[in-house]
């Protein structure tokens, strides 16, 4: 079983090796796109405890190299919320026994981009590794006498560098010279721990998981669109 250490170098080469394979293509197609969207996100804890999905915004500057028909690269800097619920007993319906945690990102995706189909749509397919670093936590509790939270959570104990990998499918709408818009759902899953083990009252294991949806609009910066480019280059039949 491949480490979730040599899966982060794994996905990272495959990302640079095709980044220099569309630096090979003189007609390569690059495009800038600016994107928004919502998210769910949690985190894995061993020992594990009760906890809900905290919802967030996410958004940023997305770069595209389209290298090939059917093969890109994409690129992003993201402005990420993330976070968990804590959930207590309730010993009545009406008490609110949560404890809310807010991690906020900067988040660095590189993933490989392949899209296929024809026409007005066609379907999209995003895969890579991302690297995260923390900007800001917060934390606050709705909490009865005697509710205790599980976890050190502190500043201190907070390990500020995140890296994990991110999948994404959805469609691409070519809107003709005014580009094209991409309709996302992805899921981003953390491989190393956001909470020191090695200091008191902290769990063995400590990883994000988001996932949501998003939009991202694209505008052609330089090149052509190689799938355009294919199309007529195509040998026409009998």
Sequence with gaps: MIEKKSTKYILLGFAFALFLCGKQEAKAQFSIGLKGGYNFSSVTFEPDI????????????????????????????????????????????????????EYDYIEVPFMTHIYFGGGFAKVILNLGPHFSYLLSQNS????????????????????????????????????????????????????????????????????????????????NIAGSDPTKKATKDAPEGD
């Design 50 to 101: 009760s906890t809900e999905f905290r919802t967030g915004y996410t958004g940023g500057l997305v770069f595209r190299n389209s290298i090939k028909p059917n093969v890109g690269l994409i690129a992003e800097i993201n402005y990420t919320q993330k976070g968990w619920t804590e959930l207590f007993p309730r010993t009545d319906i009406l008490d609110a026994r949560r404890a809310y945690f």
């Design 140 to 219: 606050y509790a709705e909490l009865a006498p005697g509710d205790e939270i599980t976890y050190n959570y502190t500043e201190e104990n907070t390990i500020k560098f995140e890296y994990g990998i991110s999948i994404g499918a959805g469609l691409r709408f070519n809107l003709g010279k005014a580009g094209d818009l991409h309709v996302e759902f992805r899921a981003a899953q953390g491989l190393n721990n956001i909470l020191d083990r090695e200091q008191p009252d902290t769990p063995i294991g400590s990883q994000n998981l988001a996932m949501g949806a998003q939009v991202t609009y694209f505008i």
